[in-house]
């Protein structure tokens, strides 16, 4: 099951481009902020963390309603999008009392995410970025997962590296995506 970005249109990619863009910068500044952000607290931290989920849901449920995907991949697109946004109103509405499940959903986001961006490779020039993304997502989110929740600080962390490092291959493959489709498409 992967996308089928010949039949794209030019408005397609586009959306598709900024959506990865827009994730892509925002989870590169949340994890600047939190490895740079010493004196935050995990409250804070919880909050932004649910506000990248917000953002990474609302992004993969326009995407799955506007683009012409497979009916698999828009559903599964619309699916994942709900389950981040819920993520994130949970985790900001309550952040102290949400830290515990924050962790497990961060863990499970991160694999249902890197699942979707290999789900979605594309036989464009993006493709080995998306490949990258979806094998480093996946791993994030097993790491996280295994942590022990009294360690939280140590999940900061590697949530933190692993933004950055996510955000960049985002960003990135948002600049690739779709190259080689012809200009009259």
């Given at each position: 099951?992967?996308?089928d970005?010949?039949?794209?249109?030019?408005?397609a990619?586009?959306?598709?481009?900024?959506?990865l863009?827009?994730?892509?910068?925002?989870?590169?500044?949340?994890?600047?902020l939190?490895?740079?952000?010493?004196?935050?607290?995990?409250?804070?931290?919880?909050f932004l963390?649910?506000?990248?989920?917000?953002?990474?849901?609302?992004?993969?449920?326009i995407?799955?309603?506007?683009?012409?995907l497979?009916?698999g991949?828009r559903?599964?697109?619309?699916?994942?999008?709900?389950?981040?946004?819920?993520?994130?109103?949970?985790?900001?509405r309550?952040p102290?009392?949400?830290?515990?499940?924050l962790a497990?959903?961060?863990?499970?986001?991160?694999?249902?995410?890197?699942?979707?961006?290999?789900?979605?490779?594309?036989?464009?020039g993006?493709?080995?970025?998306?490949?990258?993304?979806?094998?480093?997502?996946?791993?994030?989110?097993?790491?996280?997962?295994?942590?022990?929740?009294?360690?939280?600080?140590?999940?900061?962390?590697f949530?933190?590296?692993?933004?950055?490092?996510?955000?960049?291959?985002?960003?990135?493959r948002?600049?690739?995506f779709?190259?080689?489709?012809?200009r009259?498409a």
């Amino acid at each position: 099951m992967s996308l089928d970005i010949a039949g794209l249109t030019r408005t397609a990619v586009r959306t598709i481009r900024g959506g990865l863009a827009l994730t892509g910068v925002l989870s590169i500044v949340l994890g600047a902020l939190v490895l740079f952000w010493p004196e935050a607290t995990l409250e804070v931290i919880a909050f932004l963390f649910g506000l990248f989920f917000l953002v990474a849901g609302a992004v993969r449920v326009i995407t799955g309603l506007v683009t012409p995907l497979l009916g698999g991949l828009r559903v599964l697109n619309i699916l994942t999008g709900v389950l981040l946004f819920i993520f994130g109103v949970v985790a900001m509405r309550n952040p102290l009392a949400s830290l515990a499940v924050l962790a497990l959903a961060i863990g499970v986001a991160w694999i249902v995410e890197g699942i979707m961006a290999l789900a979605e490779t594309e036989s464009g020039g993006s493709r080995w970025y998306a490949i990258a993304y979806g094998v480093i997502s996946i791993i994030a989110g097993i790491v996280v997962l295994f942590l022990p929740v009294g360690s939280l600080t140590t999940l900061v962390i590697f949530g933190g590296i692993f933004l950055v490092v996510l955000g960049i291959v985002e960003v990135v493959r948002a600049f690739t995506f779709g190259r080689g489709l012809p200009r009259a498409a």
